[in-house]
C-alpha cells in the first residue's frame, strides 16, 4: 500500500514529473527546515547509490523546491555499527560523505546524533594513516552491449574527448577504467577495510595536467544515485591526490594508470555521462551541486548516444 505523501513531496513531485518517493524516505518541511530522514538498517546495508541511501539528490531535490535549509535524519540509529569505522564499508562511507556534504553546502545540516558521528570519524581520519586499494590487473572487457561495452569504448584514444566537447574538455591524457576507491586503515587486508572495495571503482578517469577528471558512466539506467556517486568519488579523489588531502597514495603496479597519481592535483571534475537521466537530474540540480563552497570541485552533465558510442570503429 502506498503511504500518504506529504506536502514537499507532492511539490517534488509537481516540479521534477516523478510519481513516487522511495518508502524508506521520508521529506518533511516544518517552519524553515526541510527534514530527509533515512532508514538506518539500509544505511548500513546496502550500497550508496541505491534511491533510498542517495540523499545528496533528494537534499538537492528538496533545496531547489523550497529554498529553505535541509536537514538529514536517520530513523533507527539501533542499526549503527558501535565498534568503530573498521568493516563497515557503506555505513563509513556514508559518514564521509554527509561530512563532505555538510562542509560544502552551508544550507545542509545533520541532526545531533550524526553530527556526533562525524567528529568520531574526523577523530579517525586523524588517528591513522588511511591508504587506498590499488589495481592488481587490467579491467576486463565484454562481448555484450553493456555499461562495461561502453566503458571499455570510451576508454579508446579520443573517443571520450569527442563524446565531452568541451563539457568539459578533458585534455589528451589517456582515459583509464575501473580505478578502485576502496580505503584501508594502514594497509590492504579484510581486516582493515574502512570503505567497501571489490568492485567499488571510478567508471572512466583521466590527468589533464593538475586536473582529475573522474567520470561516472549510466548505460540504460536513470537514478538519482548517480549524483551520489559523482559526488563520493570527486571528493575521493580529492582526499587521495589533493594537494591537501587527508588519504594516502599506496605503492601499486603500474596498472590501469595507477603510476599516474600523485599527490599535488589542485583540481577535479566529476562528470556525470548517460544516456538517459533520472528526471532529477537536470541542470537545475546541477546548479546547486556546482553551488559549492570547495572550488576544486566541479561537476558536470554529459549525455551520449548508446547506439553511436558502442559501434563507432
Request: net charge negative.
Amino acid at each position: 500500500m502506498d503511504r500518504e505523501y506529504t506536502e514537499i513531496e507532492k511539490n517534488i513531485f509537481t516540479e521534477f514529473g516523478i510519481n513516487q518517493i522511495p518508502k524508506s524516505i521520508t521529506i518533511d518541511s516544518k517552519d524553515n527546515i526541510v527534514t530527509i530522514s533515512l532508514n538506518g538498517k539500509k544505511v548500513v546495508e546496502d550500497n550508496m547509490q541505491v534511491t533510498g541511501n542517495a540523499f545528496e539528490g533528494w537534499a538537492i531535490v528538496a533545496r531547489v523546491c523550497s529554498k529553505k535549509n535541509v536537514k538529514l535524519s536517520v530513523d533507527g540509529y539501533i542499526s549503527f555499527p558501535t565498534d568503530g569505522f573498521i568493516g563497515h564499508g557503506h555505513y563509513s562511507r556514508f559518514i564521509y560523505r554527509i561530512m563532505k556534504f555538510k562542509e560544502q553546502y552551508s544550507w545542509f545540516e545533520v541532526d545531533d546524533y550524526l553530527q556526533k558521528e562525524i567528529e568520531n570519524f574526523q577523530n579517525f581520519i586523524k588517528s591513522n594513516i588511511l591508504v587506498n586499494n590499488t589495481p592488481t590487473k587490467e579491467a576486463e572487457g565484454t562481448d555484450r552491449i553493456d555499461e562495461n561495452s561502453v566503458e571499455k569504448k570510451l576508454e579508446e584514444d579520443g573517443i571520450l574527448r569527442t563524446v565531452l566537447g568541451d563539457n568539459p574538455n578533458i585534455g589528451i591524457g589517456k582515459v583509464h577504467r575501473q580505478l578502485p576507491v576502496g580505503l584501508f586503515c594502514k594497509e590492504k587486508s579484510k581486516h582493515t577495510s574502512v570503505f567497501t572495495y571489490g568492485h567499488s571503482a571510478i567508471d572512466l578517469w583521466n590527468k589533464n595536467g593538475d586536473t582529475i577528471n573522474v567520470v561516472e558512466l549510466k548505460y540504460n539506467n536513470n537514478m538519482i544515485g548517480i549524483i551520489t556517486e559523482i559526488f563520493f568519488y570527486s571528493n575521493y579523489m580529492l582526499d587521495l591526490v589533493g594537494e591537501l588531502g587527508v588519504f594516502s597514495l599506496a605503492e601499486g603496479e603500474d596498472c590501469r594508470g595507477y603510476s599516474e597519481l600523485k599527490k599535488g592535483i589542485t583540481s577535479v571534475n566529476g562528470i556525470m555521462l548517460a544516456n538517459k537521466y533520472h528526471p532529477c537530474v537536470n541542470n537545475g540540480t546541477l546548479k546547486v551541486l556546482n553551488d559549492n563552497s570547495n572550488k576544486s570541485l566541479k561537476y558536470y552533465l554529459a549525455e551520449y548516444k548508446a547506439d553511436i558510442i558502442v559501434n563507432i570503429n
